[in-house]
């Protein structure tokens, strides 16, 4: 469904990723590993399209959702109209804002009628979220905030999640949380691409991974697979 | 019930407010500085939507301020008065009561017009970048004013006088008090209706990350272009009214000074808060002119006192100093403004009890 081919992308002059070539089918959840600085988030905010200076551009290769490139796509276009959406790295969640407010407005670009019920399914997904629900989301723990940036990227109503470590900051068991609720989710039918340093973690949970150093891909396959390579383990792995 | 509150207190004012005029009670003077009050109101909020809600910082106002004033001024000529520049009337100037609102939309849609233009390249910058552009902008307007003799260049443009008498003509109103209270309710309305909706939400949410507010489907570019336009074109509004209560327009009015005038009550007002930017205006223009009257005791006080040599006299020019003045200060000792981002409503709780607002 999501095929990338043969991607390069760059920051100015400094090219970050030297042309990656992977793909996603519906129902998968895809991992992409790999050290600091591999082009992990670069991947992820290239497949979103947002635009420099927060993002880096495409220079050369193809992205291409159910056969179509997207290449040409803004970023709220690939959110309102291939259902594709990004949790970003640091949440960047709506810090004036209170947890309802921030999820009504991830309604934006959807059409609005069963708001409010999907704001239910979100809090019992979450229900920390639901006791916190009129609390302004910058009073929110780091736990919560990235439970709140996960379900304010569901609002969208998105059929494919990405997700740009999931796992940092927060404490381990708060981190198990996270991956078991995204599994479940998964188990409804959601597509997930998640980024992870935390890679044991995240193949644990994943169907297949890449794993990814100075932007190339040098590793991949099924998550059992790459888990068992004692190479792969030991140079990126931290096993 | 509450809802209503606002809207029953206001037209009340209003209605007070013209009745006290038209009975005379009000001395020409009072009911200049009262209009001046309204029109400022309508620049400082159009502004605030701008730099207090979407937080960008625009440093031009003033130039689409200018851009309405004379649209608003040329087409008012052109409509209701014989003139060397357009010739006979348009409408019979009976008509000018009726026609007056096309006057003001159409400096609306001008100035609105003349954002679109600064918005289009000046949005893909940011931060002091806008900053620059739109300062750029205001003195492009007024260059291009300045250098069109057929409306006067720098000697400005008048003849808008004969509109507001061809009104009074029909019925004997305080017409221009009358379209600023107009003017007034349909800023305050639209920034407020604007502000509440979904739209609103996410110019907030742009105000607040933009990368998030894209990623949730938002598209920014628009959102943030139509926020300058709507803005720009409530300050055409303010414009147009501003030359016709004076009757004369000159495009030296509308330099980077006002333009700081506009700043000033925003940020004393407090960013993104609308009671606090219309208690700001009053505040400011009431200073402004209370400075007329303080200067020249100052002076007298001061060389009576022997404290200035002789040949010195502290001009008006001084309010220039005192006015930037403000702004340092405010920035240095109370940033947020007299109310933050909050409304009134937010400060004093209590207030909820009669009326909702936000």
Known sequence: MLRVRNLKAAYGKIEALHGISFHAERGEIVTLIGANGAGKSTTLKALMRLTPPESASVTAGDMEFDGISILNMDAHRVVSDLKMTLVPEGRHIFGNLTVTENLQLAAWSRKKSNVDEDIRHIFDIFPRLAERAKQRSDTLSGGEQQMLAVGRALMTQCSVLLLDEPSMGLAPLIMYDMFRTLKKLNADGLTIIVVEQNARLALQVADRGYVLDTGEIIAEGSADELLKKPEIMAAYLGA | ?358
């Open chain 2, 1 to 358: 019930m509450r809802r209503y509150t606002l809207n029953v207190v206001f037209c009340l004012a209003a209605v007070a407010l013209v009745a006290l005029a038209q009975a005379g009670a009000l001395d020409k003077y009072v009911l200049t500085i009262i209009t001046f009050i309204g029109i400022n109101c309508i620049f400082a909020v159009s502004l605030n939507l701008v730099n207090g809600y979407m937080g960008e910082f625009s440093c031009g106002h003033a130039g689409f301020m200018c851009v309405g004033a004379y649209v608003g001024s040329l087409l008012s000529v052109a409509f209701f008065t014989n003139s060397n520049l357009f010739g006979a009337a348009l409408f019979p100037p009976q008509w000018a009561p009726f026609l007056f609102p096309v006057v003001l939309l159409g400096a609306s849609l001008a100035a609105a017009l003349f954002g679109l233009i600064v918005a289009l390249p000046s949005f893909h910058t940011r931060d002091d970048y806008l900053a620059i552009i739109t300062i750029a902008a205001n003195y492009i307007i007024i260059s291009i004013v300045e250098n069109i003799d057929a409306i006067g260049g720098p000697r400005g443009f008048s003849g808008m006088k004969k509109t507001v008498n061809a009104m009074s003509d029909v019925a004997d109103l305080p017409w221009m008090l009358i379209w600023t209270i107009f003017g007034f309710f349909v800023c305050v309305m639209t920034i407020y209706r604007l502000m509440t909706s979904t739209y609103g939400k996410g110019i907030s949410a742009v105000c607040q990350n933009e990368v998030a507010a894209e990623i949730m489907g938002v598209n920014t570019n628009r959102v943030k272009i139509m926020a300058f336009m709507i803005s720009s074109g409530l300050a055409g509004l303010a414009g147009a009214l501003y030359a016709h209560v004076y009757g004369y327009v000159n495009a030296q009015a509308f330099n980077i000074l006002k333009s700081t005038e506009g700043l000033v009550m925003v940020y004393l007002g407090g960013m993104g808060s609308i009671s606090g930017v219309l208690m700001a205006a009053v505040a400011f223009t009431l200073l402004v002119e209370w400075l007329r009257f303080v200067i020249p005791w100052l002076n007298e006080v001061s060389h009576a006192a022997g404290l200035l040599p002789a040949g010195y006299e502290i001009s008006q020019i001084w309010k220039w100093v005192i006015i930037p003045l403000i702004l340092i200060l405010l920035m240095q000792f109370r940033p947020e403004g007299f109310l933050g981002n909050r409304e009134l409503t937010q400060v004093f709780p209590r207030l909820k009890r009669w009326i909702t607002f936000k």
